[in-house]
């Protein structure tokens, strides 16, 4: 799509604010750290543990600034944007910690600032800044949309819905469509209906079972206040891609409704929170991919492949830095790592890496530090080996979320379980030929892997002071998204 | 996890099933037949991480005393390139034969220096490369990065090359290059691959050169010869361990390796002392008790000894975790055992 005037605005409004930012970093060092992740893969839960690991002391060797004791102390300081909802870090701590369940999806953006008191290497004192903001992940499946126009969308999101066990929950709408015509007048009954089912089907591909993750437009799965604004109220139709839309059609108003989703919810969203971002730590939920089935692991990877490419991504200049931020280190994390024997990280990770391999050399081809780890932020569950007659599995223990199940039952959220998800095939490859069965395709007991979901861990408290989380390799997280800043 | 195994299924078993014993892991009873026994696993991420401390913290910021040398020693070259050639002119003004003469010396000289100063200069490199070596070896046993432990393996292997007793060390290693091995682990398998022959050779080195001291100090007539004696074979120790170690160092080479060596015996040295001064004094003053001469002996060669220790600290390329590192102990039992066997 050539640049339009609107783009032009648009790049120049990031430049003028990029260099505001650089001027106000040149006395208070800050790093914006980007946390991004789709829907579910625990953006709250890391932001939550980093900031109580970091104020409260928590167990982090491999952050060397943190380990050697240079750093004097963490807290949390007013956040910048007046207009945006404080991170509710005290309720999630107290929701992790003494209620023991995981923190409520997250449904609208907010912002913590963190301030790293520390000393540098050569003895001088010096702060940094670091701003996290959290959001709901199904936002962001709006991002690749800035570069698409309707008819684009429409195409992708049909074929899309054509495909494998989608095309059974699209069926309604499928119907639907197929009595809409795109030239005639344009009908809000029509639209409405459209949208309603259209939604309806996205909501659908969200199920345990099926695990969908590119489901684009994100705000429709989490509305917010826009909830039955025009904005909301559109859906793709069957038209051809380079075809123009006759005046006052259906077509025309499905398309005028679409740029100002764009232009209402998508554009503000990047600006002001992902234009201007220096690190950035992708958060991958594979697992429930692997729970679901081969579908939802190619869905994660066009969903995670068409997200990556709205970042900009590249080595730091100085002119960057006056006029165009970009990413210089970015951190692919496959969370959740609690939820598997630690023998099988290495699996885990190599299936991260591959699927995000075309992103990742893109990424290190513009000069940007890549690392990929397993981890979690929170770690539910502890290690032991089963022994089942003459065959050892390699499990974890602990206490499933209620309404879990498992052979058939149910669980309470008060039972200990131990566990054996399934072994990782050692060549990520296998898994991405769709060598495997998931619960979208199977009964639940000839599913290959089943990946319980795990309250929070109980932990024992020392006197008043909250305990720290127990976490896998959230410091080598740290270490490598904002170490060097802390040099 | 073995390898060949097709794909195991997933399975949960609840804790408190009749059919499920949670065993203790120290426990060695075995259990009833047809139970499912669950062991609970110590937690990896506990686990304690043995580190060095690192070698010497990294210089920061200007080097003044660094430009003071440069400027000066090149204030003395540019004087003496000025003598020489006023004496060469001088030479030629009285003969033309003495003159080339004089020309073909200094131009032989000045070759000599060239090499030797690019000597130097790559034995320093290499010094140097060893050195950034180790602080990224004990980096990566930190940080478990995987991507960099096959860049200090590479490297490692290249420093190795010229070394004709690992060569089948080198081939084990270069085989596990493609495995999935975690960061810190290659870097433990190549240090259990590559260092062991090596540190038993260095251990040999400094037992002999300590006991060499001992019966030199123990029949010396003069103390000045005790302190000559004492400080070359110190030097030829280190000499020996850093080309044991890949090391090249030239003078300047030694020169700096001695600092380092020193630096780092005054770091390490009052950990010795604690643990191992009371035991020493104790030998020495039972050898004392024998004989005078023969406990100032002893007590020279463990001073090598540990001034050894401490010269494998700082030429060795990879940090000691995987390996014991040889301890005082060891070597003084070497260097009694010797004794016992003259008297």
Redesign the interface.
Same mark, same amino acid.
């Given at each position: 799509m050539a640049p339009g005037f609107s783009d032009i605005v648009e790049e120049a409004r990031l430049s003028a604010r990029a260099l505001l930012d650089y001027g106000d970093g040149l006395f208070h060092p800050t790093v914006r750290l980007g946390v991004t992740g789709l829907s579910r893969a625990g953006k709250t839960v890391f932001i939550t543990a980093l900031v109580h690991g970091l104020t409260r002391g928590g167990?982090f060797? @491999?952050f060397?600034p943190y380990a050697t004791g240079r750093i004097a102390g963490v807290r949390l300081e007013p956040q910048p944007d007046d207009a945006v909802p404080r991170f509710d870090y005290e309720n999630h701590v107290r929701a992790l910690i003494e209620d023991r369940r995981w923190p409520n999806s997250t449904v609208d953006i907010s912002e913590l600032r963190l301030v790293i008191d520390y000393q540098r290497?050569?003895g001088a004192d010096r702060t940094l800044t670091v701003d996290i903001v959290d959001y709901p992940g199904e936002w962001l499946l709006d991002l690749p949309l800035l570069h698409r126009s309707y008819e684009q969308w429409s195409a992708e999101s049909l074929a899309l819905s054509r495909e494998g066990p989608r095309a059974k929950l699209a069926a309604l709408w499928h119907a639907h469509l197929a009595t809409l015509a795109a030239a005639a007048r344009e009908d809000e009954q029509a639209a409405r209906m459209a949208a309603k089912l259209f939604t309806d089907y996205l909501r659908a591909c969200r199920d345990e079972r099926f695990a969908m993750s590119l489901l684009p437009p994100g705000r429709f799965l989490m509305p917010g206040n826009l909830a039955d604004t025009p904005a909301l109220t559109f859906a793709p139709l069957d038209v051809a891609i380079d075809g123009s839309a006759p005046d006052g059609s259906l077509w025309a108003m499905m398309r005028r409704r679409y740029e100002s989703y764009k232009a209402v919810v998508v554009r503000p969203f990047f600006r002001d929170h992902f234009a201007r971002l220096d690190r950035q730590v992708v958060l991958v939920d594979a697992l429930s991919a692997f729970n679901a089935g081969p579908e939802a692991l190619h869905d994660l990877e066009s969903a995670l492949a068409g997200i990556l490419d709205c970042f900009r991504i590249g080595r730091s200049t100085l002119f960057s830095n006056l006029f165009r931020p970009r990413i210089d280190r970015i951190l692919f994390a496959a969370t959740k790592a609690d939820h598997l024997h $630690? *023998? %099988?990280h290495? #699996?885990l990770e190599?299936v991260l890496r591959r699927a995000v391999a075309r992103a990742a050399d893109r990424a290190r081809y513009a000069g940007a530090a890549i690392?990929v780890v397993a981890l979690s932020a929170v #770690?539910a569950t502890? /290690?032991?080996? @089963?022994? #089942?007659g003459r065959?050892k *599995?390699? %499990?974890i223990?602990g206490t499933p979320a209620p309404g879990e199940v498992?052979?058939g /039952?149910t669980f309470d959220g008060a039972?200990? @379980?131990?566990? !054996?998800?399934?072994?990782l095939?050692?060549d990520p490859e296998e898994l991405f030929k769709g060598g495997f069965a998931g619960l979208s395709s199977a009964p639940s007991e000839k599913?290959? !892997?089943?990946f *319980?979901r795990f309250r929070p861990p109980l932990l024992e408290r020392h006197g008043d002071e909250a305990p720290a989380l127990? $976490?896998?390799?959230l410091d080598?997280a740290l270490?490598f998204l904002i170490g060097d800043r802390l040099q | 996890m073995s390898e060949k195994t097709p794909q195991r299924r997933p399975a949960t078993f609840r804790l408190d099933d009749p059919g499920v014993i949670v065993m203790d892991p120290d426990a060695t009873t075995r259990p009833a037949r047809g139970t499912v026994q669950v062991t609970p696993e110590s937690d990896p991420a506990l686990l304690p991480v043995a580190l060095d401390a690192p070698l010497l913290p990294a210089r920061r910021g200007f080097r003044w005393g660094a430009l003071f040398w440069s400027a000066a020693s090149g204030l003395v070259l540019f004087g003496l390139g000025l003598g020489v050639v006023n004496l060469i002119e001088d030479l030629f003004a009285r003969s033309q034969t003495v003159g080339y003469v004089a020309l073909a010396l200094a131009a032989a000289a000045a070759l000599a220096l060239v090499v030797v100063i690019a000597r130097e200069a790559f034995g320093l490199a290499r010094l140097a490369t060893i050195e950034k070596l180790h602080l990224r070896a004990a980096e990566v046993l930190r940080s478990d990065d995987r991507a960099e432990s096959r860049a200090v393996v590479d490297e490692l292997l290249r420093l190795a090359r010229q070394n004709p007793h690992l060569a089948r060390a080198r081939a084990s290693l270069a085989g596990h290059a493609d495995d999935i091995i975690d960061g810190a682990d290659m870097i433990k398998l190549a240090e259990r691959e590559l260092m062991a022959p090596l540190d038993e050779q260095a251990r040999r080195l400094v037992s002999t050169a300590a006991q060499r001291v001992s019966v030199v100090t123990a029949i010396s007539p003069r103390a000045l010869i005790d302190v000559l004696f004492v400080f070359v074979a110190a030097l030829r120790l280190i000499r020996q361990l850093a080309r044991l170690y890949g090391g090249r160092p030239g003078t300047l080479g030694m020169l700096s390796l001695l600092r380092h060596v020193i630096g780092h015996l005054a770091i390490t040295g009052g950990m010795a002392a604690t643990d191992s001064l009371v035991q020493q004094m104790l030998g020495h003053g039972i050898a004392a008790k024998l004989s005078h001469r023969l406990g100032e002996g002893v007590l020279n060669g463990l001073l090598t000894a540990r001034l050894g220790l401490a010269a494998i600290d700082v030429t060795r390329p990879l940090p000691f975790t995987a390996l014991p590192r040889p301890a005082l102990a060891d070597l003084a039992r070497d260097l009694l055992r010797k004794r016992d066997g003259e008297e």
């Open positions: 167990r060797p @491999v060397e290497q050569n $630690h *023998l %099988s290495d #699996r190599a690392d #770690r502890r /290690e032991a080996m @089963v022994a #089942r065959e *599995l390699p %499990s223990t498992a052979n /039952e039972t200990e @379980v131990a566990t !054996f998800p399934g072994d095939p050692e599913a290959d !892997f089943r *319980l127990p $976490h896998i390799r080598r270490q | -």
